[in-house]
Structures are given as C-alpha cells and as structure tokens.
C-alpha cells in the first residue's frame, strides 16, 4: 500500500490508497454482550477521532512492517504496510464478541456508466443503484468444505441450501452481526476467510482492478469479507471476537489491491502466500493416490468386500505395475455407531487389522473413514458420558446436520480435557495399534458449531484444538484430511483439506424422489452430491493447493454411468487442481477405456493451474497451467463446455503447435483465437500449447495428461534425437508426437514414423516397463 492517512479535519477516518484505488472508512463497528440478555448491542466507534502515532508492527512469521497505531477510548487498530498490502488487528474490550469494519472503494478515475438502472429498496437499506455483472463480480469462499465457493456476478443472491431444516448446520460460519452496516441489504455476498471483489471494464474482465480483503488466520473467531449490492462499492471485514482475552484482539486482516490488467490468480495467490508465511507452513506432502470405497459400496462394505476389492485392483494392473496407486481408504460403514469408533460391527470380525495388515503387504498405505467430533445420541459413547455433548445455552444438545446413511448428528465438545484424551485414545490405536497411516476425519464442521463449551474459547479455536488432539496422537509422518472442516483452523494442522461438496455420478444434485421437488434439489449449489457443486468449488480453491495444504477435490467417478467426454472433463478439472487423485468405482464392472482415464493422471500434474479464466458464467470455462520439463516449457489448457457450445482461447500472434490429448489430435495454429468448434456440455478440449521453433519438440502422447511430464530425458543431436520416457508406471501401447524440423523420414528401432502434419510425426512404441525407457530417434 503506497499509503494510509488519518485526517481528523477530513471526511474519512483512514484511507488506503494504491493502484488507483481509494479504499476509505469512518467507523468501526462493535457489538457488546448485554448483561441478562441474548442480544448484542450496536455501537459505532468514530474514527476520524482517532489519535494517530508512527510504529513499527511485528507480526508473527512476516517480520516486522512499517504501520501506524490509530487509536481511541475503546479501540486500537494497528496498521502494517509493505508493498501492495495492508494488514490490521483490531484490539478492543472484553465485552465486545463481534466487529465489523466497513469500507468504501472509489477509483480515480470515472466508474464505468451504470448498465442497470434497476434500483432497490429496503426498510434498513438505501435507496442504491445495484452492481451489474459487467460493473463487478466476487469471488466467495465458503466456511468449510461443503459451502459455495465461486465467483458471482453482479448484484445476486447469495446461494444458500435448498434443505435448511436438514443442512443449515453446514453452513453456520462468519456471518454478519445483526445491525451491522450491511446486514439489511439482501443481495449482500458473504464470504469467509477471504473474498476478492473485482471491478470490470468491458464484460467480466477485471479491467478496472480489484480488492481482495479477509484474515491471516481464524482463531479470535471466525471472520471474512462482506460485499453490498450498490454500485458504489461498500464492504466490510468483520469478525466474531470469542474467549476471555483482556483486552479481545482479532487475528491479522489482509487488505490488497489490484490494477487493471492484473490477473486475479496471482492477486489470490500472494494473498495465500503470505498467509502460509504467517503459520510457518512447511512444505507439502505428497499427494495420495488410490482408491475409496464411498462412492461404489456406499455404508455397505464388510471385510469380505475389501479384501476382494484388494485383490482386484492388484489384478487391474496394481501387481503388472500399469496402476500405480499408493492408497487403499476405507470409507463409512465399518463402525458399530457414530461415536463408537474403537468398536467395529459385525461386518469386520475380525476387526481391522487384517486388513491393514493385507493393504500393507501389497504395498498400499491402509487408509479409513472417522469423523472424530461427531457421534448420534444411540451410540454406546453418548449413553456413557452425555455431559461430553456439546448443548446450547439452554442445555438442548446442538444439530450439527443431517446426513447419509440417514443421521443426526451431535458434537462434542472439544474443549474439555476428557474429550480431548478420548479423541487422543482413539486416533492413537486406530494409527499405531490398528495400523492406519492415512485418516480422512470428516464432519468437521461439529466441533465448531455454535454452543456452550467448557471453556471459553472462540469456536474456531475449539475446531483447532480437536486437530491438533488429532495431530498429536497420530504423529507427523501420518496423512490427515480434513473433510467437511472449517478453512480457517486446518491451516498448518491438516495435510490436505477437502475443497469441494461431495461429488457424484449426475452432474446436478439428486434428491429424495418426490414428485414436485426435484427443481428444488436441481438448483443446490452447495452441499447436496453433484459434479457441478464439486467443479465449482474445486476450481474457486484451486491456488490453495501446495500454499496452505494438498487440495482434495473428492474422489474421481469414471464409470460407465457417466458419459466417456464427461468422465473426461472432471478429470481435466482434477489434473488442473494438482491435489489427491482418488477413484472410487466398483473395480470388477470398471471398463478398460475408463481405466485408462484414471491412468492418464498418474503421476498427478505439477504443479497446479496458474490461471483459472471466470467468465460471466458460473463455473471457469479456460485453466492453464504452465508446465516445465526436459523437454522445455509449454502451456496446458482446458477449455471446458459445461452448458455447451464453444470454447476460444487467444494466443499470441506467432505459430502453434497445438495437440488435444483426449482425442490425440494435432494442429497447427497461427495466433488469434483458437476454438473448440461445437462442444456438448460438460466436454472439454485439453490442448498442450507450444511456439513452433527450430529445433525437436515433444508434443504429446497418449501417455499423460500433461503432455510433456513423462518425458524426463531430452537430447537433441545432428541426426538423432534421444529421450527417456517414465510416468513411474508400466507402458503397454504408448504413442508420442514429436516435431523434426531438420528429419525426413525419421525411424525409431528401425521402424518409420507416422506422418501427421508438416515436419510431425507420430511414433507408436514398444511397451515401456515400470523403470522406464530410453529411446532413439535416427534420420
């Protein structure tokens, strides 16, 4: 930020000012708890009272910042700036349990004409003049796994559940304050964490520059960024400020700007980047790559159906070493009751170590399903010690939601030292009694949901405090994913973070078939199962992946229930994410063509898409990655036709080599738009994208998705080309494409090239084993 002020003599409190963006507020929004009543009281700090002094800020894992100290009876706001950012922590009394800071954003030069004159009104809201989708679009992240998370456009409503009853509690995170600014405005868009609002020129561009606001961390409470609806932009950080801190003070704000032009990628990329910074994020593990049990037998598993399923991936080409998978994850449906998770049923009688002990030996890591804060009032666990529930202030036990196969679940309360050791028991002999090396802990939402608790602690800290009780007893060599968690407290905890709904077969939500409600659950786009609700979160969250955790975007369905080009374009979309790579299909009905989608991913893609398109559409129609290798740099894209229709990239006024890999295709291209020609929906063209140069290139295979990555050794001689190929898998019928501008009539062990366009050839190869191959071109 290139400066802040506080003129008391002028209208606005403080000022941001950078890359020709003002942002500038006057209050600060405080709500108090009132004695011998539920409610909050509103009050409206004024901030052009504030006193005003020059310091230096440290803050934890960035180092120390130039700031100033804006300062008043019942507030303190610390400023840090350094370059394009600003970071703030708002320090106010113990009585206060939310703030909210609003502000506004005013370009320097003129805003773009008004395209809607459609004005709204409300009983608490002026009379404004709304956004349209050219004017602006928002970037929304949700709570915890299941929530939206996308970009909207314009001034709309806010998607929410379509099953409040049964799925409110899925989304109960940083909300406005009833009061607040904002709260009457009934187009305004929460987002948790962070949101980017950016400001459009001409269509959904981002000419105009942008604003990404949110938090460093969620510990003081859960907080994020809120947008109103009018057209003269008006937002506001806000956040719960929970515990018995004297004073409360709220985790680090983060305030950026954006130019004209500046790709909204790397704006949410820094703003991740420092994040990490900021919880001394180590780097990565590997991501995990196997199979899941969930999406094929559902709660139905049993030890018999394991161990077949076992033998058949080994069969699949697990044993020939034409799949190479590293993870075998038992999913929901071995244990007696939720809750009981130290007691498997009938099903297993043997318990689980024979499987574990099975997977191992086949050189898979053991995996399972448990969702440690959650438990139904019928399980043993909940008979035995109810005072560990988790109960509202009137003592009724808190809804967590309801879910598959059919239940309600409750919570326990993660503050108290019994639950901890009990969850610590547990995870310990599951890991180093039972013999799992992978936990995919899920509903983690239950122990961050509204109630009173045995200490006094935000309830994002209480979600905290139960991974890291997880974390503890399983041990830092162990692989732990958080599903349906909160964002916020899995950073530097957790290996990797589900970032989606759960998927399905259908590409729209299917819900219970009653005649007259199908639109109802067609329209969710939240947590209800559906490819759709999956692609859209997965690319919104896409830049988290290798920053703050492995990206999950659920398992990967290829059945024959889906359509081939479908199958195809989700596995584009799980390529681009760089994350885990699960499949999850009933292994002996898996046809060999669908087999080999999944075998296209592996090894995953790195590292993850640098630019994810949002269109005025709902969900990102171009990704690109830009990818480096032996044979040089080139760019991977996905253009994806999910209602349909075309797909045009623009490239640069030069040559092309352009190769689609699903349909092992070529072209030559001469810059301007490249099109898909008619695409039906939900299909994508995944084209590798290269100069044409002077020299031997690779182009691509029917190998690996990447177009490139399998090559690890590229020597170009006088009359020859040598090259090694190896995807750490076994080869039965590879093909590869390679440009010889200097060749005529190429040979590869003796057996001539195919022609494909000018100076291309396609070379078809002899099977390459598990170790590798290198080959020889001669001309």
């Known amino acids: 930020m290139r400066r802040l002020t506080s003129d008391r003599e002028s209208a606005p409190g403080w000022q941001l000012l950078s890359n020709d963006l003002q942002l500038s507020g006057r209050t600060l929004e405080v709500y108090r708890t009132q004695e011998g009543s539920k409610e909050l009281l509103a009050e409206k700090l004024d901030l052009r009272a504030a006193e005003v002094e020059k310091q230096e800020v440290e803050v934890f894992g960035l180092g120390t910042w130039p700031g100033y100290l804006l300062k008043g009876d019942k507030y303190r706001l ?21 703030f909210c800071l609003p502000f506004e954003v005013e370009k320097s030069q003129e805003w773009p004409p008004h395209s809607s004159g459609n004005r709204c009104e409300s009983a608490c809201w002026e009379r404004h003049v709304k956004r349209s989708p050219t004017h602006s679009s928002m970037l929304v992240n949700g709570w915890q796994s299941f929530g939206f998370s996308g970009v909207l456009h314009g001034a709309v409503p806010q998607p929410k559940t379509s099953m409040p009853f049964f799925s409110s509690a899925f989304h109960s995170g940083a909300a406005l304050p009833p009061g607040s600014s904002l709260a009457c405005d009934r187009e305004v868009l929460v987002s948790d964490l962070y949101g980017y609002l950016f400001l459009h020129q001409n269509g959904c561009d981002a000419q105009n520059g942008g604003v990404l606001a949110g938090f460093l961390s969620q510990t003081a409470g859960f907080g994020g960024l809120a947008v109103a ?36 990628d790397r704006v949410v990329q820094t703003y991740l980047e420092t994040l990490a910074k900021h919880h001394g994020m180590l780097k990565p593990k590997r991501q995990p790559v196997g199979w899941c049990s969930w999406y094929c037998h559902g709660p139905f598993v049993d030890e018999l159906l394991m161990m077949q399923s076992l033998k058949e991936l080994k069969s699949m080409g697990l044993d020939s070493g034409e799949l190479s998978l590293d993870l075998f994850q038992l999913d929901d449906g071995w244990q007696s009751a939720w809750g009981d998770w130290l007691r498997p049923n009938a099903k297993f009688p043997n318990g689980l170590k024979p499987l574990t002990d ?19 009032l019928g399980s ?39 639950v901890l050791e009990h969850i610590r028991k547990t995870i310990h002999t599951i890991v180093h009694e039972w013999g799992f090396r992978y936990l995919k802990c899920d509903f983690l939402h239950c122990a961050a949901m509204p109630g009173k608790r045995f200490l006094k602690v935000s309830r994002a800290k ?39 709904a759960d998927t399905a077969e259908h590409w729209f939500p299917v819900g219970p078939n009653v005649w007259g409600t199908r639109w109802l659950f067609k329209q969710d786009r939240t947590n209800l199962p559906a490819a759709r609700n999956m692609v859209c979160s997965t690319l919104a969250r896409m830049h988290m992946n290798g920053r703050l955790w492995v990206n999950d975007p659920d398992c990967l369905i290829i059945r024959k229930e889906v359509p081939l080009s479908e199958a195809q374009a989700l596995a584009s979309v799980v390529a681009f994410s760089a994350g885990s790579v699960i499949f999850s299909d009933d292994l002996k009905s898996l046809p060999k063509e669908r087999l080999a989608v999944l075998k296209a991913l592996l090894p995953p893609v790195q590292p993850t898409a640098q630019d994810v398109h949002f269109t005025d559409g709902e969900i990102p129609c171009k990704v690109t990655a830009h990818l480096t290798g032996a044979a040089g740099d080139w760019r991977l894209c996905g253009l994806f036709a999910w209602d349909g229709g075309e797909v045009e990239l623009m490239l640069d006024d030069q040559e092309w080599h352009v190769f689609e890999f699903w349909s092992c ?22 084209y590798a994208l290269r100069p044409v140069m002077s020299k031997a290139q690779f182009l691509g295979s029917n190998i690996h998705v990447s177009c490139g990555l ?30 010889l501008p200097k060749a005529s009539q190429p040979r590869l062990g003796g057996k001539e090239a195919v022609p494909v366009h000018e100076q291309v050839w396609r070379f078809v190869l002899a099977p390459v084993p598990l170790k590798g191959s290198t080959l020889q071109i001669d001309w």
């Open 229 to 264: 609806s009018s057209e003269s932009p008006l937002l506001a950080l806000f956040s719960e400020l929970q515990g018995e801190g004297r004073p409360r003070v709220s985790d680090w704000c983060y305030i950026c700007t954006s130019g004209g032009g500046v790709a909204y």
């Open 665 to 686: 295709s070529y072209q030559r291209h001469r810059g301007g738009g490249l099109s898909t020609g008619p695409l039906l929906p939900r299909t994508c063209h995944l």
């Open 380 to 418: 043993r666990l909940a008979q035995e010690h109810p005072e560990w529930i988790l109960r509202d202030e009137t003592g009724r036990h808190v809804s967590c939601g309801f879910t598959a196969p059919g239940l309600w679940m409750r919570a326990l309360d993660t503050t108290m030292p019994e």
């Open 462 to 500: 209480a979600c905290r405090m139960l991974l890291e009780a997880v974390r503890e007893a399983a041990g830092e060599d162990v692989f732990v994913l958080a599903c349906g968690a909160p964002l916020g407290p899995c950073i530097g905890v957790a290996d990797a973070v589900r970032v989606s």
């Open 358 to 376: 099975a997977v191992k030996k086949d050189g898979l890591v053991p995996g399972i399903w448990l969702a440690p804060a959650s438990l139904t």
């Open 78 to 98: 610390r400023w840090a700036l350094k370059n394009e950012a600003a970071l703030l922590q708002v320090e106010v009394d113990e009585c206060v349990e939310h």
């Open 710 to 739: 399998e090559v690890c050794e590229w020597e170009e001689a006088e009359r020859s080309l040598r090259f090694t190929l190896n995807v750490k898998r076994s080869l039965n019928s590879p093909e590869v494409w390679i440009f």
